[in-house]
Nanobody, 123 residues
Framework: QVQLVESGGGLVQPGGSLRLSCAAS????????MDWYRQAPGNQREFIAG???????NYADSVKDRFTISKDNAKNTVYLQMNNLKPEDTAVYYC?????????????????WGQGTQVTVSS
């Protein structure tokens, strides 16, 4: 099994910064992609940033030039550096991983979600 654990959320003033982390653990064979999503109250969960196995990156327009996604393969961890935060960035942030893992005698690829971390931007 695979577990994803996010950390780094909190309360920050507008214009401030936070760095989120998402650590993957378990019987991992390969991490193909790791993405960050967020969900604000009353809204659907939305994609905001992703990084591929080859380190290719893509971002939602709403966070481009403010957020940066990166990863540490040795630690199976993906980061989201969030700068110039705005009140509309307030949400629960989730990481999602497309991961191949050992399942008894074979490999299985599946999508995994973390439990989420709250980010609140307010003065």
């Amino acid at each position: 099994q695979v577990q994803l654990v996010e950390s780094g959320g909190g309360l920050v003033q507008p214009g401030g910064s936070l760095r989120l982390s998402c650590a993957a653990s378990g019987s991992i064979f390969r991490i193909h992609a790791m993405d960050w999503y967020r969900q604000a109250p009353g809204n659907q969960r939305e994609f905001i940033a992703g990084i591929g196995y080859d380190r290719s990156k893509n971002y939602a327009d709403s966070v481009k030039d403010r957020f940066t996604i990166s990863k540490d393969n040795a630690k199976n961890t993906v980061y989201l550096q969030m700068n110039n935060l705005k009140p509309e960035d307030t949400a629960v942030y989730y990481c999602n991983g497309t991961i191949t893992a050992y399942a008894r005698t074979r490999l299985e690829t599946d999508a995994y979600w973390g439990q989420g971390t709250q980010v609140t931007v307010s003065s």
